[in-house]
């Protein structure tokens, strides 16, 4: 029988062959570089799964599936690989809609593999039967349906071949009965999309629409990511003497170190790059799609440049002016698209030329302006926060300054670092004091916003990379969800360190309650057990921190034992329970109540 090396070294048949429709799919990961699986082992697949070990396939065994698919998530968006997920039919795949979709804004190619229900038994209401297709249809870029046993090999690799040239997340969903049999089939080889930078019309009105901009600035948003085109978008701005800001929570599209980067726009972002967009006159949207979460109103401005002429360039062409109005639309890719950009205007005197060393300086003034800001402020000023500090003065314990405590964690971060956030009002605080070198370096849950996210997605992570320091942050309600991904780390020795903000409350929401309900506080409060003591008891180690000088020792000793002690560290940093500004102050309204039980409720 035929056979032909991979690019890591193993080896895939090649050629028609006689097999089970068990070793074809098995096969076909092999041939698209599938080493780690994420999920909970089931009987569906349990013929295929037999065969993984020597097949040179990890299955990582999770406490929870919807932390196996952020698994897959983090994997492949630190890998550029695909993140793949496995569970057993029913409950096991349903268990991970929230993280696929979580995984759907992030852009990120995850393959979930569903098997289901057999054949024989579909439509009578048998044990763990679901109508799988439906539950991911919304999250998913393509969707394949095994029919036949014969099409495995062909419908696996078509799934795998989706993710990437959609780049989002696919479906294989496998009928459990149809990993068995006789087959004569091929495993097919990969298929990768060239994508280039777009249009040469498109690419030419851009081109001239900078040569006469006075004052462009560039988006570095999650394409520049993706495309690894962090160099490319260098290039331009270097041309440019453009200030560049991080599209909303793609903090790693440009190297914090660089004299022209700015800090990312949207919620908690950078005061710098908000009043510096402002200024703009033609902005380039470079692999990003304009999100309306990106580009809102923050610290009482509304940035947006309205007489801007604005260039969006997208691998999507769907996204091309959906949420801004646009002047010239690029479909390509983002690292191409800013080559070819930067060709177009060498050797060529620019509108901007005359006043670059201006321009720097205003950049420069606006970044100094805000990085004092922000260590000048130490604590939030509104109302109920002051009565919350001046309340938990008066508590034993020490209770942190969340916002102290983002600064001493952002100055003891190691290089090479990837972090993970969850949702919440403190990691949405973080956004200010997340800065990084290097692309590939930060996880966040993205448009959809789900709780339980940044843990299992480090894990994800480091899976993929255990050469880099891994880090989640999370709240205390957040880190309810996932806590129990620490036994998966320990167990399966992928040490993580996740910095734990224990303030007793659901805090994102719970600003709302102040802002529009009275602080008429429900089902807000929470009351916790030691998150370090139950870390313990999972077999990681445990450190508490009620002491502002003790938060960037403790994150420098627990990566060290991460990276060189194998060991997972949660740091439990007991915060006070002020809070920041809300995610929108548009998405809520005062409440109007008409009956007379309820006027008091105003």
């Known amino acids: 029988m035929a056979q032909r090396k991979t690019g890591d070294g193993r080896?895939?048949?090649?050629?028609?062959?006689?097999?089970?429709?068990?070793?074809?799919?098995?096969?076909t990961l092999v041939a698209n570089g599938v080493t780690d699986i994420f999920g909970i082992m089931g009987s569906a697949f349990m013929d295929a799964m037999d065969i993984f070990a020597p097949a040179g396939i990890r299955l990582v065994p999770v406490v929870h599936e919807?932390?196996?698919?952020?698994?897959?998530?983090?994997?492949?968006?630190?890998?550029?690989?695909?993140?793949?997920?496995?569970?057993?039919?029913?409950?096991?795949?349903?268990?991970?809609?929230?993280?696929?979709?979580?995984?759907?804004?992030?852009?990120?190619?995850?393959?979930?593999?569903?098997?289901?229900?057999?054949?024989?038994?579909?439509?009578?209401?048998?044990?763990?039967?679901?109508?799988?297709?439906?539950?991911?249809?919304?999250?998913?870029?393509?969707?394949?349906?095994?029919?036949?046993?014969?099409?495995?090999?062909?419908?696996?690799?078509?799934?795998?071949?989706?993710?990437?040239?959609?780049?989002?997340?696919?479906?294989?969903n496998i009928p459990r009965d149809?990993?068995?049999?006789?087959?004569?089939?091929?495993?097919?080889?990969?298929?990768?999309?060239?994508?280039?930078p777009g249009g040469d019309q498109s690419l030419n009105e851009a081109a001239e629409l900078l040569a006469a901009a006075e004052f462009p600035v560039i988006i570095s948003g999650g394409g520049v990511v993706m495309a690894d085109g962090v160099e490319e978008c260098k290039a331009l701005a270097e041309r440019l003497g453009a200030p560049v800001v991080n599209s909303y929570l793609h903090n790693d599209s440009f190297p914090a170190s660089h004299p022209q980067w700015c800090g990312p726009l949207g919620y908690q972002g950078s005061k710098a790059a908000m009043k510096l967009i402002s200024q703009a006159d033609v902005v380039v949207a470079l692999g990003s799609r304009l999100g309306p979460f990106g580009t809102l109103p923050q610290h009482g401005m509304d940035y947006w440049?309205?007489?801007?002429?604005?260039?969006?360039?997208?691998?999507?062409?769907?996204?091309?002016g959906l949420v801004k109005k646009i002047t010239v639309g690029i479909c390509g890719d983002a690292k191409a698209a800013a080559a070819a950009l930067t060709q177009r205007l060498a050797g060529r005197t620019l509108a901007c030329d005359a006043t670059r060393e201006?321009?720097?300086?205003?950049?420069?003034?606006?970044?100094?302006?805000?990085?004092?800001?922000?260590?000048?402020?130490?604590?939030?000023?509104?109302?109920?926060?002051?009565?919350?500090?001046?309340?938990?003065?008066?508590?034993?314990?020490?209770?942190l300054h969340p916002r102290q405590v983002l600064r001493e964690l952002e100055k003891a971060m190691p290089p090479h670092v990837m972090v993970s956030t969850d949702i919440g009002n403190i990691n949405s605080v973080a956004n200010s004091y997340l800065r990084f070198e290097e692309p590939r370096s930060f996880l966040a849950p993205m448009s959809f916003g789900n709780c339980g996210y940044a843990l299992p997605t480090v894990i994800g992570a480091k899976a993929a990379a255990p050469d880099r320091p891994a880090i989640a942050y999370a709240g205390d309600g957040a880190w309810g969800m996932s806590m129990g991904e620490i036994m998966t780390s320990v167990r399966h020795d992928i040490p993580v360190t996740a910095v734990?903000?224990?303030?007793?409350?659901?805090?994102?929401?719970?600003?709302?309650?102040?802002?529009?309900?009275?602080?008429?506080?429900?089902?807000?409060?929470?009351?916790?057990?030691?998150?370090?003591?139950?870390?313990?008891?999972?077999?990681?180690?445990?450190?508490?921190?009620?002491?502002?000088?003790?938060?960037?020792?403790?994150?420098?000793?627990?990566?060290?034992?991460?990276?060189?002690?194998?060991?997972?560290?949660v740091i439990e940093v007991m915060c006070t329970r002020e809070l920041g500004d809300p995610f929108r102050r548009d998405a809520l309204s005062k409440p109007v109540r008409f009956l007379p039980k309820y006027q008091d409720y105003v």
């Not at 080896?11 to 096969?27: K, Y």
């Not at 990085?371 to 209770?399: N, Y």
């Not at 734990?500 to 929470?526: P, S």
């Open 66 to 172: 919807q932390g196996a698919a952020h698994m897959a998530d983090g994997y492949a968006r630190v890998s550029g690989r695909h993140g793949v997920v496995i569970g057993q039919n029913g409950p096991g795949i349903s268990n991970c809609v929230t993280a696929i979709a979580a995984a759907y804004w992030a852009h990120s190619p995850v393959v979930i593999v569903t098997p289901e229900a057999g054949t024989m038994g579909m439509g009578l209401g048998g044990f763990q039967e679901a109508n799988q297709l439906p539950m991911f249809q919304e999250f998913t870029k393509y969707q394949a349906h095994v029919n036949n046993p014969r099409r495995m090999a062909e419908l696996t690799g078509r799934a795998f071949d989706r993710a990437m040239s959609e780049i989002g997340p696919t479906q294989l």
């Open 500 to 569: 734990v903000f224990h303030n007793r409350q659901w805090g994102a929401e719970k600003k709302n309650q102040v802002d529009f309900y009275n602080r008429r506080f429900v089902a807000g409060e929470l009351e916790n057990e030691s998150f370090a003591g139950i870390a313990r008891a999972m077999g990681a180690d445990g450190v508490v921190v009620d002491k502002l000088e003790d938060v960037g020792p403790a994150l420098r000793k627990a990566v060290d034992a991460q990276m060189n002690g194998g060991r997972t560290t």
């Open 178 to 196: 149809f990993f068995y049999g006789e087959i004569e089939t091929e495993i097919p080889d990969p298929q990768r999309l060239d994508r280039g």
């Open 358 to 399: 201006q321009r720097a300086a205003t950049t420069k003034a606006e970044k100094d302006a805000w990085e004092a800001e922000l260590t000048a402020w130490t604590h939030e000023t509104d109302p109920f926060s002051l009565d919350m500090i001046a309340e938990q003065e008066q508590e034993e314990g020490g209770w």
């Open 305 to 320: 440049p309205k007489n801007a002429k604005i260039i969006q360039i997208d691998a999507d062409h769907k996204m091309l």
């Open 11 to 27: 080896t895939v048949v090649d050629g028609p062959a006689t097999m089970t429709p068990s070793e074809a799919f098995v096969e």
